[in-house]
């Protein structure tokens, strides 16, 4: 079985511009969740997926971050334009209905400079 | 709403010295408590996990964590490191109410070991 896999591993921009990041699930996971590891600190909760719909979005920074899950399956998560302190590694995870595991992906680095 | 803290920040070992990281958690609510390993270059791994029954969790690779909910802790402990076990390890908590609770995260303990 295929685990979680996010596209890509390493993004460089310059402050202004979009970025989209891509997270596919386990297949069959229903619920989908972002995380986001800025320089050193915690990692913290974005938003949570289950389906295609957005249960709670309550950790998304600001109205520059837009996610979305159509179909049910992928996610991509945009930001635009992107600043300076959105340099960090985003992690998605996926779950499954009957599981309170999440697992994770490797984690986009993203670089604004 | 539910807190976790890392204590140390980095924890430097010897190669088979045993080790423990420690973990405290707040919460105003039952909580499941994870601890997360991820290894250099690769994406967060679960290593063990307490949703309920016996305080004492085994994971993988040799680890085992002890759930203490007068102290509100979770510490994860090895009897003997390896080099292998080098790596960045995150304690983390759910509300225990819901399994699709986001997870909440403490800060990261940095393990080293030295030959």
């Known amino acids: 079985e295929a685990g979680v896999t996010q596209f890509p591993s390493h993004s460089v921009i310059e402050k202004g511009q979009t970025v989209t990041l891509r997270c596919d699930p386990i297949?069959?996971?229903?619920?989908l969740y972002w995380y986001r590891r800025v320089m050193g600190k915690e990692i913290k909760f974005l938003l949570h997926?289950?389906?295609?719909?957005?249960?709670?979005e309550s950790g998304m920074p600001n109205n520059r971050f837009l996610a979305e899950r159509t179909g049910g399956t992928y996610s991509t998560l945009k930001v635009q334009p992107a600043e300076l302190e959105d340099s960090g590694v985003y992690f998605c995870?996926?779950?499954?209905?009957?599981?309170?595991?999440?697992?994770f992906g490797p984690g986009t680095r993203l670089t604004v400079t | 709403a539910q807190s976790v803290t890392q204590l140390d920040s980095q924890v430097p070992v010897f190669e088979e010295a045993p080790v423990e990281l420690r973990c405290n958690y707040s919460?105003?609510?039952?909580?499941?408590l994870f601890w997360y390993v991820q290894y250099p270059n690769q994406g967060l791994q679960l290593l063990l996990k307490?949703?309920?029954?016996?305080?004492l969790v085994k994971g993988i690779n040799g680890f085992e964590a002890e759930f203490n909910k007068s102290q509100t802790s979770f510490h994860l402990r090895k009897p003997s490191v390896h080099i292998s076990d080098t790596a960045e390890y995150f304690c983390?908590?759910?509300?225990?109410?819901?399994?699709?609770?986001?997870?909440?995260f403490g800060s990261g303990t940095r393990l080293s070991i030295r030959p």
């Open positions: 307490y949703l309920s029954g016996s305080t």
């Open positions: 297949s069959g996971h229903d619920n």
């Open positions: 997926f289950v389906k295609e719909s957005k249960q709670d």
């Open positions: 983390a908590v759910a509300p225990g109410y819901s399994s699709a609770s986001k997870i909440i």
């Open positions: 995870a996926s779950r499954g209905q009957s599981s309170y595991e999440q697992y």
């Open positions: 919460s105003s609510v039952s909580v499941y």
